[in-house]
Every structure is written in structure tokens, then in C-alpha cells.
Antibody, heavy 122, light 107 residues
Framework: EVQLLESGGDLLQRGGSLRLSCAASGFTFSTYTMTWVRQAPGGGLESVSAISGSGGSIYYADSVKGRFTISRDNSKNTLYLQMDSLRAEDTAVYYC???????????????WGQGTLVTVSS | EIVLTQSPATLSLSPGERATLSCRASQSVSSYLAWYQQKPGQAPRLLIYDASNRATGVPARFSGSGSGTDFTLTISSLEPEDFAVYFCQQRSNWPNTFGHGTKLEIK
């Protein structure tokens, strides 16, 4: 059974930093692209960042480029999102999600974690 | 980035009725479109991928159609558990954008 468990969400002030983690199990982690998707309170979904199975291809939304860093440790089956220079508009539930296919580009997301809440106060 | 416009924003129907949800892309996404269902307090759940393929375990009452810029999610006969928010998502170009959602509510 595929499981994704996010952690690291917190309440912090504008300009602060935070690292989110996503522990994966139930599938061959190293062969799948993983994506971080966020959802602002009462809002829609935004693809924040994605990383291929090998870590060789990385993608960022313009809204976080230069501030967020995605990485993965395939020996630990864990995905990370380092978030720096946080802004009030980064407040959201952050989900990690597994790609449906084994392609190196981000695509359809077939399994999602339960999410972790990041709140940035101004 | 590709903008996905979903309509209507809210759809009020009764159990047993047919639901038709629309998603329009600002440029062609070929068939690279998925549909997700989200219930309050839960993560999104994949329903349809590549426009018309049901994900594992999704009931046959859910179907998807379309290509290019116009897509439809149809629920043939609504069950009580189908009342939720539905999002479309394209994977043609990064960033893989989502529509703002259609809320399907009980009439």
C-alpha cells in the first residue's frame, strides 16, 4: 500500500525558514517523480515543485523560484522541501504527491499525502 | 502558464441526477488532463487521467472526455458520496496547473 506522510509544517513569521519532509513507502520511491502541491486556505491547488526519481530534473513554480529547494534522499525514501524567505502568501497546506507514471517529467498525481500546514504570519 | 477554467463554480443537483462538469484550457493540452475529487479535510483523489481513463478503483459512473482545450467530467447518476469539489489538472506544460474547482453540492 502506497503511503506518503508529510511533516514539518509550523507557524512562523515572515522571512523565516522551514523544511518539510515526506516519508514514502509501499512503492519503489527512486523510480518516480515526486511533486509538492500546496493549497491556500479555502483556495485552489498549485504545483510548487517537482523532482525526478534520480533527482536530475527539478522544477519550480515562478512564485517560489529562488526561495524554495526541493530534494530527495532515495536511500531514506524521503522527499524534502526547504522553504526560505517565507511570505504570508506561502500560507497553505502542503501535499507531497507521487507521479502516476515513471516518466522523468511531472505529470498526473495518483497518490497524495494527508498534507502539512504552513502558516506564515506577517 | 496554461490557465484552466472550470465551470460552473457550483453545481447543485440531487442524488440520482447526472452531473456534467467542464474544464477549458487556455491553449491545447492534447489529452494530458486529469480530474481529481476532494472532500473536506482530505487530500485530492485521482479520478480520471489522460482525459478519459478511470484510475484504479474509480466507479464506472465517472467518465471523462475531450481533447485539445475542452474537457468534460460526467457523473452518470450521483451517489451521496459524490458531493465534493472537483479539480482538473493539465500535465502538458510545467507548471502543471489546476483549475479553481467545481463544487458539487446537494440540492
Amino acid at each position: 500500500e502506497v503511503q506518503l506522510l508529510e511533516s514539518g509544517g509550523d507557524l512562523l513569521q515572515r522571512g523565516g525558514s522551514l523544511r518539510l519532509s515526506c516519508a514514502a513507502s509501499g512503492f519503489t520511491f527512486s523510480t518516480y517523480t515526486m511533486t509538492w502541491v500546496r493549497q491556500a486556505p479555502g483556495g485552489g491547488l498549485e504545483s510548487v515543485s517537482a523532482i525526478s526519481g534520480s533527482g536530475g530534473s527539478i522544477y519550480y513554480a515562478d512564485s517560489v523560484k529562488g526561495r524554495f529547494t526541493i530534494s530527495r534522499d532515495n536511500s531514506k525514501n524521503t522527499l524534502y522541501l526547504q522553504m526560505d524567505s517565507l511570505r504570508a502568501e506561502d500560507t497553505a497546506v502542503y501535499y507531497c504527491a507521487k507521479d502516476f507514471s515513471r516518466m522523468a517529467v511531472p505529470g498526473t498525481l495518483d497518490f497524495w499525502g494527508q498534507g502539512t500546514l504552513v502558516t506564515v504570519s506577517s | 502558464e496554461i490557465v484552466l477554467t472550470q465551470s460552473p463554480a457550483t453545481l447543485s443537483l440531487s442524488p440520482g441526477e447526472r452531473a456534467t462538469l467542464s474544464c477549458r484550457a487556455s491553449q491545447s493540452v492534447s489529452s494530458y488532463l486529469a480530474w481529481y475529487q476532494q472532500k473536506p479535510g482530505q487530500a485530492p483523489r485521482l479520478l480520471i487521467y489522460d482525459a478519459s481513463n478511470r484510475a484504479t478503483g474509480v466507479p464506472a459512473r465517472f467518465s471523462g472526455s475531450g481533447s485539445g482545450t475542452d474537457f468534460t467530467l460526467t457523473i452518470s447518476s450521483l451517489e451521496p458520496e459524490d458531493f465534493a469539489v472537483y479539480f482538473c489538472q493539465q500535465r502538458s506544460n510545467w507548471p502543471n496547473t489546476f483549475g479553481h474547482g467545481t463544487k458539487l453540492e446537494i440540492k
